[in-house]
């Protein structure tokens, strides 16, 4: 398809430099967003049209639009970051935009053209560039799409809308790192084989919330899923993969099928192997982690996402108990591998791995 340019139209009255600089002291995550946004509508036989870089507001939708009733709706996650000699780095966002259409794929929705994924972030953060925190935040973009059009059938829409928002997002830990508490769902969960796992879709989070309820309400940060067959083996957390760090320095993280196929895991796993770890996606279920912990076989478990990069796990409940890993907390591997990659995300490290995106301030 030919190349589509995108049309800008600046906000009328974007938000004073004042009033920006408050709403990015203390932004916390997804509360604050940036003055605009990329739109591109998608309509069967015509395809992708009307690309606009506009004032974030609001969408009109008809109460009737498909996503609002049978959640046909994908999304991406990454981040921008102030590079130390100017301008702005985005981490792999190439990988973002092949996921994205692997989750269209699945979803029955359209292609998204790799450039215009690129592109529309590119515009995004060039026209909003002065929210994008210096320091220890980060910028968070958003890209998503969903079926727009007034159909009460079921069948995959002949409308989408794909769009882009960002928000100014703080350090994920502030004040330090802390390992987290994770909560094991024996109840609930979140993907069976041949369903929407590996799919970056919001019903799975949807489906997800009642598990992640129950951890808060067990006092855990995060749920830890196991698979749907078994209930056995270890899948993932709700929104970011796991590893295992064994006291012979191999690594261990659950194989991709029904989980989410991470962009900071398949980095992690590139990091680890070079730092001259074992690295295996193997099964690892919920029984081996308790005697491993116990044992002290196993030495560090953390999880990662583009959020978080990588957040250490200190304590696992579940129903009948909880255990301990290492010393509770963050342990070697998980401060070098974090250090090491949220080095190169902040142009800090030597991008060795071509990894960084550079958009021009
Ligand atoms: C987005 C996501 C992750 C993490 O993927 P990254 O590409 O590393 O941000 C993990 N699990 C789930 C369910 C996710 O939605």
Redesign the pocket.
């Known amino acids: 398809m030919a190349k589509i340019s995108f049309e800008k139209v600046p906000h009328k009255s974007p938000t004073p430099a004042d009033k920006r600089t408050a709403l990015m002291a203390d932004p916390g995550f997804g509360r604050v967003f940036s003055d605009h946004m990329v739109t591109v509508q998608w309509t069967q036989g015509v395809g992708w049209h009307d690309a606009k870089v506009r004032a974030r507001e609001p969408f009109q939708m008809d109460p009737a639009a498909a996503v609002l009733h049978y959640a046909q709706e994908i999304f991406e ?1 990454m981040k921008a970051y102030r590079k130390p000699g100017g301008g702005f780095g985005l981490f792999r966002p190439d990988e973002n935009a092949r996921r994205f259409n692997e989750s269209a794929k699945r979803m029955a929705m359209p292609d998204v053209p790799e450039e215009m994924f690129l592109e529309a972030i590119d515009q995004l953060v060039k026209v909003d560039a002065d929210w994008v925190p210096s320091g220890e935040g980060s910028y968070y973009l958003r890209p998503f799409m969903f079926a727009s059009e007034a159909f009460l059938g079921v069948r995959p829409a002949n409308e989408y809308i794909f769009c882009v928002i960002g928000c100014p997002v703080g350090a994920y830990f502030k004040g330090g790192f802390k390992t987290v508490q994770v909560w094991v769902s024996e109840e609930y969960t979140r993907a069976a084989p041949g369903g929407t796992g590996a799919a ?1 879709c919001g019903g ?1 989070y949807a489906s997800s919330l009642v598990a992640t309820k129950e951890a808060f309400d067990n006092g855990c940060d995060q749920v830890v899923f196991l698979d749907a067959v078994e209930r056995k083996w270890i899948d ?6 796991i590893f295992f760090v064994m006291d012979d320095r191999s690594i261990i993280t659950p194989p991709l099928n029904t ?2 196929p ?4 398949e980095s992690v796993m590139k990091l680890a192997s070079d730092a001259g770890y074992k690295v295996a996606e193997t099964p690892y279920s919920f029984d081996q982690w308790q005697a491993d912990a116990r044992s002290g076989k196993l030495r560090e478990a953390f999880a ?3 959020a978080a990069v990588i957040a250490g796990i200190g304590k696992v409940k579940y129903r009948g108990g909880e255990f301990a890993i290492g010393n509770s907390g963050d342990g070697e591997a998980t401060t070098k591998l974090r250090a090491q990659l949220t080095g190169i995300q902040r142009g800090t490290v030597d991008d060795t791995y071509g990894w960084m995106r550079s958009v021009a301030a």
Not at 262 to 265: A, D, L, P, Q, Y
């Open positions: 996650g970056k799975n993932e957390l709700g929104g970011m993969n989980i989410l991470g962009i900071t895991r990662c996402g583009t």
